[in-house]
Protein backbone atom coordinates (compact mmCIF):
# COMPACT_ATOMS: atom_id res chain seq x y z
CA UNK A 1 0.00 0.00 0.00
CA UNK A 2 1.46 3.42 -0.78
CA UNK A 3 -0.27 6.68 0.10
CA UNK A 4 1.11 9.69 -1.15
CA UNK A 5 1.63 13.24 0.08
CA UNK A 6 4.44 16.07 0.11
CA UNK A 7 5.04 15.57 3.55
CA UNK A 8 4.53 11.68 4.19
CA UNK A 9 4.61 9.38 2.16
CA UNK A 10 2.64 6.33 3.55
CA UNK A 11 5.11 3.05 2.79
CA UNK A 12 21.40 -6.85 14.66
CA UNK A 13 29.62 -13.73 21.95
CA UNK A 14 30.65 -16.08 23.47
CA UNK A 15 29.65 -18.55 21.55
CA UNK A 16 27.44 -20.67 23.49
CA UNK A 17 24.90 -23.40 21.99
CA UNK A 18 22.00 -20.75 22.57
CA UNK A 19 23.37 -17.62 21.44
CA UNK A 20 24.98 -16.29 18.38
CA UNK A 21 26.58 -12.82 18.01
CA UNK A 22 26.54 -11.06 15.05
CA UNK A 23 29.41 -8.60 15.98
CA UNK A 24 32.73 -10.31 17.11
CA UNK A 25 35.19 -9.63 19.74
CA UNK A 26 38.79 -10.73 18.76
CA UNK A 27 38.31 -12.91 21.27
CA UNK A 28 35.59 -15.20 19.97
CA UNK A 29 36.03 -18.82 18.85
CA UNK A 30 36.12 -19.49 14.74
CA UNK A 31 32.93 -19.18 13.21
CA UNK A 32 31.52 -16.04 15.13
CA UNK A 33 29.99 -14.25 12.49
CA UNK A 34 31.02 -10.64 11.89
CA UNK A 35 28.53 -7.44 12.09
CA UNK A 36 26.74 -6.48 8.34
CA UNK A 37 23.98 -4.60 8.81
CA UNK A 38 20.35 -4.04 10.48
CA UNK A 39 17.30 -4.21 8.00
CA UNK A 40 14.31 -2.92 10.45
CA UNK A 41 11.27 -3.80 8.36
CA UNK A 42 7.62 -1.32 9.17
CA UNK A 43 4.66 -3.56 8.14
CA UNK A 44 1.22 -3.62 8.46
CA UNK A 45 -1.43 -6.90 8.31
CA UNK A 46 -3.79 -4.23 6.44
CA UNK A 47 -1.40 -3.45 3.29
CA UNK A 48 -1.83 -5.54 0.48
CA UNK A 49 1.62 -4.49 -0.34
CA UNK A 50 3.21 -6.11 2.64
CA UNK A 51 3.13 -9.50 2.07
CA UNK A 52 6.28 -9.94 -0.50
CA UNK A 53 7.96 -7.42 2.17
CA UNK A 54 7.63 -9.90 4.70
CA UNK A 55 8.32 -12.96 3.02
CA UNK A 56 11.56 -10.51 2.04
CA UNK A 57 12.88 -10.01 5.47
CA UNK A 58 12.09 -13.75 6.12
CA UNK A 59 15.03 -14.71 3.34
CA UNK A 60 17.17 -12.11 5.00
CA UNK A 61 16.69 -13.19 8.58
CA UNK A 62 18.23 -16.18 7.45
CA UNK A 63 21.93 -14.85 7.09
CA UNK A 64 23.78 -14.97 10.53
CA UNK A 65 25.33 -12.28 9.87
CA UNK A 66 22.10 -10.09 9.65
CA UNK A 67 19.58 -9.09 12.17
CA UNK A 68 16.28 -8.39 10.75
CA UNK A 69 13.91 -7.23 12.30
CA UNK A 70 9.65 -6.75 12.21
CA UNK A 71 7.92 -3.50 13.35
CA UNK A 72 3.85 -4.24 13.03
CA UNK A 73 2.57 -0.34 12.39
CA UNK A 74 -1.09 0.49 13.32
CA UNK A 75 -1.74 3.20 10.96
CA UNK A 76 -3.74 1.31 8.60
CA UNK A 77 -5.76 0.09 10.70
CA UNK A 78 -8.95 2.11 10.09
CA UNK A 79 -9.49 1.01 6.51
CA UNK A 80 -11.18 -2.34 8.12
CA UNK A 81 -8.17 -4.77 10.05
CA UNK A 82 -6.82 -4.31 13.29
CA UNK A 83 -3.62 -5.26 13.40
CA UNK A 84 -2.91 -7.81 15.53
CA UNK A 85 0.84 -7.23 16.50
CA UNK A 86 0.99 -3.94 16.00
CA UNK A 87 2.08 -1.24 18.34
CA UNK A 88 1.70 2.61 18.33
CA UNK A 89 5.09 2.79 19.69
CA UNK A 90 6.54 0.86 16.01
CA UNK A 91 4.65 3.45 14.33
CA UNK A 92 6.58 6.48 16.18
CA UNK A 93 9.30 4.63 16.06
CA UNK A 94 9.00 4.88 12.06
CA UNK A 95 7.35 8.55 12.23
CA UNK A 96 10.62 9.62 14.04
CA UNK A 97 13.01 7.96 11.40
CA UNK A 98 11.27 9.77 8.41
CA UNK A 99 11.74 13.08 10.66
CA UNK A 100 15.26 12.93 11.01
CA UNK A 101 15.80 11.64 7.36
CA UNK A 102 13.01 12.51 4.21
CA UNK A 103 9.41 12.79 5.87
CA UNK A 104 8.84 9.81 3.89
CA UNK A 105 6.73 7.03 5.70
CA UNK A 106 5.36 4.87 3.85
CA UNK A 107 4.33 0.64 3.96
CA UNK A 108 6.54 -1.73 3.47
CA UNK A 109 9.36 0.42 4.56
CA UNK A 110 13.05 -0.90 5.63
CA UNK A 111 15.86 0.87 7.65
CA UNK A 112 18.54 0.24 7.11
CA UNK A 113 21.12 0.63 9.95
CA UNK A 114 18.75 3.26 11.47
CA UNK A 115 20.26 5.58 8.41
CA UNK A 116 18.84 4.59 5.34
CA UNK A 117 15.42 3.74 3.88
CA UNK A 118 13.85 1.93 0.82
CA UNK A 119 10.91 -0.59 -0.16
CA UNK A 120 10.49 -2.88 2.15
CA UNK A 121 9.71 -5.06 -1.11
CA UNK A 122 12.72 -4.45 -3.11
CA UNK A 123 15.57 -6.59 -2.81
CA UNK A 124 17.96 -4.18 -5.00
CA UNK A 125 16.85 -0.93 -3.31
CA UNK A 126 17.82 -2.60 -0.10
CA UNK A 127 20.86 -3.86 -1.10
CA UNK A 128 21.50 0.34 -2.53
CA UNK A 129 20.63 0.95 1.14
CA UNK A 130 22.87 -1.30 2.48
CA UNK A 131 25.61 -0.20 0.64
CA UNK A 132 24.64 3.86 1.04
CA UNK A 133 25.66 3.30 4.75
CA UNK A 134 28.91 1.97 4.19
CA UNK A 135 31.44 4.10 5.48
CA UNK A 136 29.11 6.36 6.77
CA UNK A 137 29.67 7.98 10.50
CA UNK A 138 27.48 5.97 12.81
CA UNK A 139 27.92 2.36 10.67
CA UNK A 140 27.93 -0.43 11.85
CA UNK A 141 31.63 -1.16 13.19
CA UNK A 142 31.33 -1.68 17.06
CA UNK A 143 32.18 -5.60 18.53
CA UNK A 144 29.77 -7.14 20.90
CA UNK A 145 28.68 -10.22 22.18
CA UNK A 146 26.04 -11.71 24.13
CA UNK A 147 25.84 -14.82 26.52
CA UNK A 148 24.07 -16.35 29.00
CA UNK A 149 24.54 -17.78 32.24
CA UNK A 150 21.73 -18.38 35.46
CA UNK A 151 19.05 -17.36 33.48
CA UNK A 152 20.17 -13.57 32.85
CA UNK A 153 21.56 -12.16 29.13
CA UNK A 154 24.81 -10.43 28.87
CA UNK A 155 25.84 -8.09 26.87
CA UNK A 156 29.51 -6.94 26.16
CA UNK A 157 30.32 -4.17 24.10
CA UNK A 158 34.06 -3.27 23.11
CA UNK A 159 35.35 -0.27 23.47
CA UNK A 160 35.23 2.45 20.00
CA UNK A 161 34.07 5.11 18.49
CA UNK A 162 30.78 6.62 17.44
CA UNK A 163 29.49 7.70 21.05
CA UNK A 164 27.51 7.83 23.28
CA UNK A 165 24.83 5.88 22.29
CA UNK A 166 22.11 3.90 24.30
CA UNK A 167 21.97 -0.17 24.62
CA UNK A 168 18.45 -1.12 23.74
CA UNK A 169 17.11 -4.94 23.99
CA UNK A 170 14.31 -5.87 21.58
CA UNK A 171 12.01 -9.01 22.37
CA UNK A 172 11.49 -10.66 19.27
CA UNK A 173 9.06 -13.39 18.40
CA UNK A 174 10.68 -15.72 16.59
CA UNK A 175 7.28 -16.52 13.71
CA UNK A 176 3.54 -15.88 13.61
CA UNK A 177 1.45 -16.60 11.03
CA UNK A 178 -1.76 -14.68 11.16
CA UNK A 179 -4.84 -15.26 9.26
CA UNK A 180 -6.38 -12.06 8.28
CA UNK A 181 -10.11 -11.38 8.62
CA UNK A 182 -10.59 -7.98 6.64
CA UNK A 183 -8.75 -5.17 4.55
CA UNK A 184 -6.75 -5.59 1.65
CA UNK A 185 -5.81 -9.07 2.93
CA UNK A 186 -9.28 -10.57 3.74
CA UNK A 187 -8.42 -13.97 3.27
CA UNK A 188 -5.22 -14.76 3.52
CA UNK A 189 -2.86 -16.33 6.24
CA UNK A 190 0.47 -14.08 6.42
CA UNK A 191 3.60 -15.73 8.42
CA UNK A 192 5.43 -12.77 10.02
CA UNK A 193 9.13 -13.73 11.42
CA UNK A 194 11.48 -11.57 14.43
CA UNK A 195 8.30 -9.40 15.27
CA UNK A 196 9.18 -7.28 17.66
CA UNK A 197 7.15 -7.41 21.00
CA UNK A 198 9.05 -4.80 23.23
CA UNK A 199 11.87 -2.53 23.09
CA UNK A 200 13.66 -1.38 26.32
CA UNK A 201 17.02 0.81 27.13
CA UNK A 202 19.44 -0.83 29.13
CA UNK A 203 21.72 1.96 29.92
CA UNK A 204 24.08 3.44 27.71
CA UNK A 205 27.71 3.18 26.33
CA UNK A 206 29.77 6.03 26.00
CA UNK A 207 32.46 4.33 23.82
CA UNK A 208 34.21 2.21 26.61
CA UNK A 209 34.14 -1.53 27.21
CA UNK A 210 31.04 -1.91 29.15
CA UNK A 211 28.84 -4.81 30.37
CA UNK A 212 25.12 -4.96 31.07
CA UNK A 213 22.76 -7.85 31.88
CA UNK A 214 19.12 -8.40 31.85
CA UNK A 215 16.47 -11.27 32.74
CA UNK A 216 15.77 -13.46 30.79
CA UNK A 217 12.26 -13.47 30.50
CA UNK A 218 11.22 -14.27 26.54
CA UNK A 219 8.34 -16.94 25.86
CA UNK A 220 9.31 -20.15 24.32
CA UNK A 221 9.51 -18.95 20.91
CA UNK A 222 10.95 -15.75 21.62
CA UNK A 223 14.82 -14.09 21.44
CA UNK A 224 16.56 -10.99 21.90
CA UNK A 225 17.71 -8.56 19.81
CA UNK A 226 20.62 -5.98 21.08
CA UNK A 227 21.36 -2.98 19.10
CA UNK A 228 23.43 -0.05 20.09
CA UNK A 229 22.04 2.68 18.74
CA UNK A 230 22.73 6.33 19.15
CA UNK A 231 19.45 8.54 19.80
CA UNK A 232 16.59 7.77 22.18
CA UNK A 233 13.64 5.30 21.89
CA UNK A 234 11.63 8.63 21.11
CA UNK A 235 14.36 9.66 18.58
CA UNK A 236 16.22 6.45 17.17
CA UNK A 237 19.35 7.51 14.94
CA UNK A 238 22.60 5.80 13.79
CA UNK A 239 22.67 1.83 14.80
CA UNK A 240 26.31 1.32 15.70
CA UNK A 241 26.48 -2.69 16.71
CA UNK A 242 24.13 -5.66 17.14
CA UNK A 243 23.39 -8.71 18.16
CA UNK A 244 20.97 -11.66 18.26
CA UNK A 245 20.13 -15.07 19.72
CA UNK A 246 20.05 -18.02 18.23
CA UNK A 247 17.29 -18.24 16.00
CA UNK A 248 16.54 -15.14 14.92
Known amino acids: ???????????????????????????????????????????????SSCPPADRLLASIARKPDVVAVSFPVDYWDYIGWKDTLALPAFSARQRAYAAARDGHVYTPQAIVDGLAGAVGSDRDEIEQAIKSVNGRDGA??????????????????????????????????????VRIGRGENAGRSVTYVNVVRAIDKLGDWTGATATFDVPETRGEDEGYVVLVQRGTLEQPGAILGAAKTAGL
Not at 144 to 169: C, H, K, T, W, Y
Open 1 to 47: MILFNRTIFLLCAQAASAVMACCSLAADPPGSAAASYVVELFTSQGC
Open 140 to 177: MTLPMRLSNADGRLQIEVAEGGGGPAGVFVLRVLRTRT
